[in-house]
């Protein structure tokens, strides 16, 4: 027994910066944006937040599946942007949707988060402790970017993605995770609330740059192009799985020239690994969930069909996990 995402949804905010409006805030330009990442466009909340796209995602994720709240009995929300702290993000999704036998939590596994609460809720459905669950990536970046860096702000944007997945009688599939706390200065952020209000004043503070996302670019790009493949591999040779078999790779959207240069280490024609980056730029881990949707929405994924979904971030945390579609 394993879940099979019955239903997909997504939401991102209206207002839209393309690569133009960025080269107004940094020294930078479409072409050299467009060349470096694939970025074109990038979605920034306005009245949005990481939970009202949350709530807008699960609701559109339940209606496609055809079921209510009242069916669900799991919630699970990956974001590092939320704009709550207590209750967490979950439990306001929740509240909204009014699942209310729903046990809700959220966790924190940056761009890999979707594929984690997804492998967190396939355990608890193959376990026979929950039957329905609704996991949501939702991130609101725009929040955490450093608008004055060029290495950072071309390629974050904000939105929210989400499934249903729902117990049923089926092959359980094995995931791949892995984490490297040693190598987190790669990419990381410090919290705001980084001290007491009881601190002596004189304690030194961080420079403002630090409660910003800082990442070294040539860092990130090399630990995914090596990890991810290995992943990858690693999930087939787990589940005796052939590389022929999967009709198609969903990874996390950071930059195009990643994901291509996956494509090639795996041997595999870049026609198996969808995109949608040019949309919407790096959004975390709602990334993901927002492609799935729109492939689903589109009839591209056919049932029976076998998906790998692989996700690369901060952490450094990396996993890859099959799903039949």
């Known amino acids: 027994m394993t879940g099979r995402i019955c239903g997909t949804g997504s939401c991102v905010p209206s207002f839209v910066m393309d690569n133009n409006d960025i080269a107004k805030l940094v020294d930078t ?9 694939g970025v074109v466009r990038r979605h920034i909340i306005r009245e949005e937040t990481t939970v009202s796209m949350a709530v807008q995602a699960g609701r559109q994720a339940l209606e496609n599946a055809g079921i209510t709240a009242d069916d669900v009995d799991l919630i699970i929300v990956s974001t ?14 929740q509240r909204e949707l009014g699942a209310k036998r729903a046990t809700c939590f959220d966790l924190s596994a940056a761009c890999t988060g979707f594929v984690v609460a997804y492998n967190t809720a396939a355990a608890y459905l193959n376990a026979g402790v929950y039957q329905t669950a609704l996991i949501i990536g939702s991130e609101s970046l ?28 089926m092959r359980y599939y094995l995931p791949v995770t892995h984490s490297d706390g040693s190598k987190g200065e790669a990419l990381c952020c410090r919290s705001r609330y980084d001290r007491s209000e009881l601190s ?4 030194p503070k961080p420079d403002e740059k630090e409660y910003l996302m800082q990442m ?20 087939l040779e787990k589940n005796n799985v ?3 078999e999967i009709s198609f790779y969903i990874l996390h959207q950071a930059n195009k020239r990643i994901v291509e240069a996956i494509a090639k280490r795996l041997g595999e024609p870049l026609e198996k690994f969808p995109m949608n980056l040019e949309e919407y730029g790096n959004t975390s881990s709602a990334s993901i969930p927002i492609l799935l949707d729109e492939l689903n929405r589109a009839g591209k994924l056919q049932k029976g069909q076998k998906i790998i979904l692989a996700g690369f971030g901060a952490g450094l945390t990396w996993g890859a996990s099959i799903l039949k579609w």
Request: with cysteine; proline share 4%; charged share 30%.
């Open 142 to 169: 725009s929040n955490l970017t450093n608008w004055k860096d060029r290495g950072t702000c071309i390629l974050f944007g904000d939105g929210a993605g989400a499934a249903v997945l729902k117990s049923e009688d």
């Open 216 to 235: 070294d670019g040539r860092e990130v790009f090399m630990f995914a192009v090596k990890s991810v493949p290995q992943a990858v591999k690693e999930v």
């Open 29 to 37: 330009s479409d072409e050299w944006i467009r060349e470096r990442t």
């Open 200 to 203: 002596p004043e004189d304690l």
């Open 80 to 93: 590092i942007s939320s704009n709550v702290i207590l209750p967490c993000t979950a439990c306001e999704v």
């Open 242 to 244: 052939a590389q022929e």
